[in-house]
């Protein structure tokens, strides 16, 4: 019998990029509208028996951002942390922290981000993960660090940026360029350069912030200044590495740890990754820092 596969890429994902540049040359406008409408559209993906174990031994809350209810999740007792995932991603996926966090007295505070997981929404907005993880700071207080994969360490940065108050940042393969960021989603959908064009000035016109200004790169040296830990894998193929080392370069204070073999999702599950996250937090001794 064949092995069923595990979080099959959905139907719409494989048919986008091959339907998305006929819908351009038969209509410029259309494309336009549904580049703005792809952007903001994150796919629910199941999580495993593993994830659906760690979700039964947390506290499960809701706080209300924008009328809709978002899903929390608390583990232990002590000072928080807060991890937030990455794009399609959930809070369950930090599941491997939590043992090791509670057991150096650290509260793991995770959500499942607006349109994400258990929480509600069909569009998913930066702003909106920013004004979750400040209505977390209400209820919590100051962070004893935010952790943030891929997507999740630009809603840090720009919740720090906005006021949120956290001793400590760890940015696990998260995208720092703009350019990059909006250049990777274009190729994904097989869309042109003219859309991404599109794209910025509608998101000027909407909220008079162009892309490149909440980005990790351009905010960095904007927000106080804090020990920075950035973690990424030398194989990553969704999230490249030179994104942490043009950080590294703007930052020199900034620490980089360097994984091989990881890639972009595994790098949450390894003991080092996470012990280094730890050590980090904890100011313990360094442990290796792939240089």
């Known amino acids: 019998m064949t092995k069923k596969k595990k979080n099959p ?18 209509s410029p406008y259309l494309a336009n509208r ?26 499960k809350f809701n706080i209300q951002i924008n009328n809709k209810n978002i899903q929390v999740y608390a583990w232990g ?11 399609s991603g959930r809070g369950t996926q930090f599941r491997k922290f939590v043992e090791p966090f509670n057991a150096c007295g650290l509260k793991v505070i995770a959500i499942d981000g607006p349109a994400h997981g258990k929480s509600e929404g069909r569009k998913a907005h930066a702003r909106e993960f920013v ?16 952790i943030g994969h891929s997507f999740g360490g630009v809603v840090n940065v720009n919740s720090v940026y906005y006021g949120v108050a956290a001793k400590k940042l760890i940015l696990i393969a998260s995208p720092t360029i703009a350019e990059d960021i909006i250049a990777n989603f274009l190729k994904k959908i097989n869309a042109s350069r003219e859309r991404g064009v599109y794209f910025n000035e509608w998101l000027f016109r909407k909220n008079g912030v162009r892309f490149e200004e909440a980005s990790i790169f351009v905010l960095a040296d904007k927000i106080p200044e804090m020990p920075i830990l950035v973690v990424h894998d030398e194989d990553d193929r969704d999230v490249p590495i030179h994104h942490a080392e043009v950080l590294k370069g703007k ?17 949450l599950k390894d003991e080092k990754v996470i012990n280094r996250c730890l050590d980090f937090i904890m100011g313990a001794g360094l442990a290796e820092t792939g240089f």
């Open 9 to 26: 890429i959905p139907v719409a994902l494989r048919l986008i990029p091959y339907l998305f540049p006929k819908l351009e040359k038969i």
């Open 34 to 59: 549904l580049v703005v409408q792809l952007f903001h559209w994150p796919f629910r993906f199941t999580p495993t028996p593993q994830e659906k174990e760690a979700a039964e031994r947390a506290e």
């Open 77 to 87: 007792e002590g000072k928080p942390v807060l991890l937030v995932h990455g794009w």
């Open 131 to 146: 004004q979750t993880v400040i209505k977390l700071q209400e209820i919590y207080g100051e962070f004893e660090a935010l």
């Open 251 to 267: 930052l020199p204070h900034t620490e980089l740890y360097k994984t091989k073999g990881l890639g972009h999702m595994r790098i």
